[in-house]
């Protein structure tokens, strides 16, 4: 309704301005989980699954996790990264969403909704998938696995956890801010790196955890940073799936969509 102007009868009432509602973290959560977990988010987790066991049975992990405790091992290191891989995420993602709320800056509670909200869905997926897969720790053979063996904390070693966190908030900071904030990468990834290398460091983790970490939480964080920001400036997201090929000379998959 538009203002009340002075040559307005007398029952005429001004509406008060509309202010839109700030982000909150389950903002379209089921949207949101349908995008991590689709389209070519898919090729690269299967990439993850395939890579992680070529390395645990081919003998890669063991034979760079002896590298590394020769020449590169550092006990301190690893538990300073372990140390930080539980504390940066939890106050970062969090705390870019309450500074937002707290000046009223939208911008800010978008991306910390969209940091939370990635936060929570890569640890809740990396705990199942731990549990699932059963991946003991180092120094044990690499290619142990005990699926459904252990549900008390710690859990088992696959994927990273402190590698999927960290990497989705920066994954989600980056996609909810793209190339605004160019900063946030050029910090956020290489922070990302030192944790999971830390923990390679401090023989806390093979290495196919630490990648498989990293694809997890990238996919995850990036996917539901970009859907928060196309939301807040009303942009039509790339809709992109796999779809099956079945011919009589091929059979495979092909991806589809508009960019």
């Not at 995008?35 to 699954?49: D, H, I, K, P």
């Not at 372990?82 to 500074?99: D, F, K, Q, S």
């Not at 997926?125 to 710690?154: D, V």
């Not at 910090?187 to 030192?194: F, M, N, S």
Request: charged share 10%.
């Amino acid at each position: 309704m538009p203002p009340c102007l002075p040559a307005d009868p007398p029952s005429c009432v001004a509406s008060a301005p509309v202010t839109a509602r700030l982000p909150t973290p389950v903002d379209a959560l089921g949207t949101d989980l349908g995008a991590a977990f689709g389209g070519t988010n898919l090729l690269f987790y299967a990439g993850a699954v395939g890579g992680s066991a070529a390395m645990a049975f081919s003998g890669a992990d063991q034979s760079i996790r002896d590298a590394v405790q020769q020449h590169l091992g550092s006990s301190v290191y690893g538990h300073t990264a372990n140390l930080t891989g539980y504390i940066l995420p939890l106050a970062v993602a969090p705390g870019v969403w309450l500074t937002g709320l707290a000046v009223g800056n939208r911008a800010a509670t978008g991306a910390g909704s969209a940091a939370v909200q990635a936060l929570a869905i890569t640890a809740g997926t990396a705990a199942i998938l731990k549990i699932g897969i059963g991946r003991i720790y180092p120094p044990e053979n690499a290619h142990t696995f005990r699926p459904f063996q252990s549900w008390s904390w710690p859990f088992p070693a696959w994927p990273s956890g402190h590698t999927s966190s960290a990497t989705s908030v920066v994954a989600a900071l980056t996609g909810y801010y793209g190339s605004d904030e160019l900063w946030i990468p050029f910090v956020g990834y290489p922070i990302a790196l030192a944790i999971g290398f830390g923990m390679l460091s401090g023989d806390e983790h093979w290495t196919s955890d630490l990648l498989a970490g990293a694809v997890l939480g990238q996919c995850i964080g990036w996917s539901i940073g970009r859907a928060f920001r196309a939301r807040e400036r009303a942009e039509a997201p790339p809709r992109v799936s796999i779809v099956p090929i079945f011919a009589p000379s091929s059979q495979g998959v092909g991806i589809a969509g508009a960019w």
